[in-house]
């Protein structure tokens, strides 16, 4: 290493860069900057989570205001919003009144209510990241970001492509960094502008605290400069951590790390710097009169911060506290069925809420249950012809079962103007000029004529109806891919035994028993993961529908079932199916093989879910501005499966917008209830598991699942720009894992407008049905399941199931709860609601 001048740092030779020991850990500083970057995956395998996992480890509130200090998210409503839902009364005053006097005390009572109504703030203050990197643009009047990022974000989406480029990446085998490398090497071109830079990259013996040497001087300043740096893409970053956890996220895998593109944009950086500058530049510690403040810093706690988080807490015990007085409220009795006409499983999925009431409504005599879509069978799953098996499970799951397709029927349709042939520099030209033609009639006609294409994402195509799959495992020895190909009949038993026990249902079985799995079809949306299955990995779960399904009607399993007390009669059949969410359709699989008399009760069961799907048609249209909820329901529904096709439609459906309840328990906690589609719904029956066995299973999964699920709509609804993605008219999908705005620019993570516009962001509230002591027991049995609860990033009360007792868990134990809300409305009939109104409508009983 040598000095040119008083003030120009330069790197000549690999043998001149020596790193010198220091307080700076590369290791350690960059394992921390993956810790506060978006972890969202690729688009394939979008599923929900936690926003700002990072800070799960405080309590909610807390945590909010410290990523609002250093990474400048909007993290609640603004004081004007929280101050429009109180004049609008969907903040109660008495709320108000009792949250002020539990935080505050009620000798401040009067002051904090003012401070909440009338007191003026100003935020003004800014965040603390970029606070030091900003210091090149202070001094140097250049703006680093301009002059790096464009080149930086088209090699990255070029190097991980998936398919939408013609070429591959020249190298791409050998890894980011190294691939990199030999294409400046062997080009005639090159990625710098400047010499220094490329023969850092060439020679390549240096670390990154070398170039920041370079950079920055001050090493005491090396972690925040990558901080700051870092964070002005987060969404690419973000993503490159994400792969190089999770390889197989990619379909088409490359190998790349955080340290690579590091070290790749220090070069560029630096190469941009020489450009500009020459050797007219210096370290930037030496610009500085004094140094910003550190990141990680001890944050302090705003009043304007305080008074935002109390109205919060007022907003969501608002509503809480009138979905506790439902519960409490009496309901008519339901009359105990000696016979049920069927029963039905679906996903706990909030958009079956409204169809399981339907269900009931028309037809008192059947039962309906929810659990997680994945119907407690994990698998990989590869469809016939396919090149890849994909995860049908919750993510964390690592399943070692594959489950194969064999024996389809249909032949997948293309439309040839989207054929690979189209992108050919002579038939690529031919085919536009004859075909392309006919592609803009299509269009055209399209506008006004919606209808189903081979282009469109349809959840009826994720598995081929007439397909047979590879369930039972006939082969112990053999495997695939290092996976059992099928279960066992013992594997089998286990699954659809923890399947029944944990719904309750081990007893009175109806002649058919439906398990339903759900997905979604659309055109034209990059995040139609984020509509299929979150169980299912963004998946639609006709798959696992089908296997469960298979799995209860296999004799051998049944006796083993029998054997431990579940006695499923022999003229019980299980039959699988598939609820399209967005074009409210459903698919039922393997009906051939049911009894004559469960086949004429099948049919009778279809003209019912026809006649429902109308009716759940019209609930949702009314938050369509495009449909008029007063037509008719068979008509209404002929409007939606249009709409769901419209490739100039950018609300296809809503999918979880407006969730904030889980509830676990028997249907009856519950049933009485219009809760408007806002609650998760998954069966228990404290009778079934008095020990909290299975409970302590379904909120292992609730917690995260359903609390990842609210909390993205939660962060993308109150900070639609940094912690969303913006609206989606000008997202452009990147290489098929990332969408950005325009062709260039940052990922963006998180949801679109169109997502979460109608959302009310409050925390998900868990209602538990079984005794306080074993729900605490249960939640305290694993860590990091304890964390979502004590941490309060979801709430949770327990009820009483013999005295329906509320208890709400806060700080380590359950405290009585007495609702503020004392009488429920009562309506016979919802249509009316439904017709005159587009907001969310308030917990009523249904008579």
């Not at 900070?719 to 452009?732: E, S």
């Not at 925390?763 to 002591?773: G, Y």
């Amino acid at each position: 290493m040598k000095t040119q001048n008083s003030t120009f740092v330069e790197l000549d030779t690999p043998h001149e860069v020596k790193s010198k020991s220091s307080a700076f850990n590369e290791h350690e500083v960059i394992h921390e900057l993956k810790h506060y970057l978006p972890a969202q995956a690729p688009l394939k395998d979008f599923v929900h989570h936690n926003t700002l996992h990072a800070f799960q480890k405080l309590k909610f509130l807390d945590a909010l205001g410290e990523a609002s200090e250093l990474f400048g998210y909007k993290v609640l409503l603004s004081l004007d919003e929280y101050r429009t839902l109180y004049k609008s009364q969907r903040i109660r005053e008495e709320v108000i009144t009792k949250v002020i006097t539990e935080q505050k005390g009620a000798a401040a009572k009067t002051e904090w209510t003012e401070k909440l109504l009338t007191k003026v703030y100003e935020n003004a203050a800014s965040p603390r990241i970029g606070s030091l990197r900003s210091n090149w643009k202070r001094h140097y009047q250049v703006d680093l970001d301009s002059l790096v990022h464009p080149i930086l974000f088209r090699i990255l989406c070029s190097y991980l492509d998936q398919g939408i480029s013609m070429w591959n990446f020249p190298v791409w085998h050998k890894g980011f960094l190294p691939s990199v490398k030999e294409m400046e090497r062997n080009s005639f071109t090159s990625f710098f502008r400047t010499k220094r830079a490329k023969n850092l990259l060439l020679n390549g013996n240096y670390a990154i605290s070398d170039l920041l040497k370079i950079l920055v001087g001050d090493e005491s300043l090396y972690e925040q400069y990558l901080f700051d740096q870092q964070f002005a893409h987060p969404g690419w970053s973000g993503m490159v951590s994400t792969i190089e956890n999770q390889p197989e996220t990619l379909l088409d895998q490359k190998k790349i790390s955080l340290h690579d593109l590091i070290t790749f944009e220090l070069l560029l950086e630096i190469d941009a710097l020489d450009y500009q500058f020459g050797k007219n530049w210096c370290p930037l510690n030496l610009k500085l009169k004094d140094k910003p403040v550190e990141l990680f810093s001890k944050v302090h706690k705003s009043e304007l911060h305080e008074v935002l988080s109390l109205w919060q807490q007022a907003f969501e015990w608002s509503y809480y506290d009138e979905v506790l007085a439902g519960i409490q409220a009496p309901t008519k009795k339901e009359k105990e069925l000696d016979a049920k006409s069927f029963q039905a499983m679906f996903c706990i999925d909030d958009r079956e809420c409204s169809l399981r009431r339907y269900l009931e409504k028309f037809d008192p005599t059947c039962e309906t249950f929810g659990t997680p879509g994945f119907f407690g069978v994990e698998f990989f799953f590869r469809p016939e012809h396919g090149k890849f098996h994909t995860k049908l499970c919750p993510a964390p799951v690592t399943p070692k079962f594959l489950i194969k397709e064999v024996g389809t029927r249909n032949k997948r349709k293309k439309d040839i103007h989207f054929t690979k042939p189209t992108h050919s520099l002579f038939r690529g030209w031919l085919i536009t000029h004859t075909l392309g033609f006919w592609s803009a009639l299509k269009l055209f006609i399209n506008i006004f004529k919606p209808s189903m294409s081979p282009a469109a994402a349809s959840s009826f195509r994720h598995m081929d109806k007439y397909a047979q799959l590879t369930i039972e495992n006939k082969n112990p020895g053999h495997r695939e891919h290092d996976l059992q190909v099928g279960f066992t009949i013992d594997e089998m038993a286990i699954r659809v035994e923890g399947l029944l026990k944990s719904i309750g249902l081990v007893k009175d079985f109806a002649p058919i028993v439906y398990v339903v799995g759900h997905g979604s079809s659309s055109v034209n949306n990059p995040h139609y993961a984020a509509y299929d299955c979150g169980a299912c990995s963004g998946r639609a779960g006709s798959v696992n529908a089908r296997v469960i399904c298979f799995m209860a009607n296999h004799p051998k399993v049944r006796e083993i079932l029998a054997g431990k007390g579940i006695v499923i009669p022999e003229d019980t059949q299980f039959v699988g199916g598939l609820h399209d969410t967005t074009r409210d359709e459903i698919l039922f699989f393997d009906e051939d093989f049911l009894s004559d008399k469960n086949k004429n009760s099948h049919v009778k069961h279809e003209e019912l879910f026809a006649k429902v799907l109308d009716y759940n048609s019209k609930e949702r249209s009314r938050r369509f501005e495009s449909i008029d909820t007063k037509l008719s329901p068979a008509k209404i529904h002929d409007k939606i499966r249009r709409r769901s096709v419209s490739l100039f439609e950018p609300r296809p459906e809503l999918n979880h917008a407006t969730n904030a309840l889980c509830v676990v328990g028997r249907r009856e906690l519950s049933k009485g209830l219009f809760l408007d589609r806002r609650s998760f719904m998954n069966s228990f029956n404290y009778k079934v598991d008095p020990e909290g066995q299975y409970l302590f299973n379904i909120l292992k999964a609730a917690a995260p699942v359903c609390g990842g699920i609210n909390l993205e709509y939660f962060f993308s609804r109150v900070d639609n720009q940094k912690l969303g993605a913006g609206t989606k008219l000008p997202h452009n999908v990147m290489g098929l894992f990332g969408v950005a705005n325009g062709i260039d620019g940052d990922l963006r993570p998180g949801l679109p407008s169109q997502m979460i516009e109608v959302h009310d962001p409050v925390r998900l509230l868990i209602i538990v049905e079984h005794f306080p002591d074993i729900v605490l027991r249960t939640i305290q049995k694993a860590p990091e399941t304890y964390e979502w609860f004590i941490n309060e990033w979801v709430n949770l009360v327990a009820v009483n199931p013999e005295t329906r007792e509320l208890s709400v868990f806060k700080e380590g134990a359950f405290h009585p709860y007495e609702t503020l809300q004392k009488s429920v409305k009562a309506i016979a009939d919802v249509a009316p609601l439904i017709e005159s109104h587009q907001e969310n409508i308030p917990v009523h009983v249904l008579s």
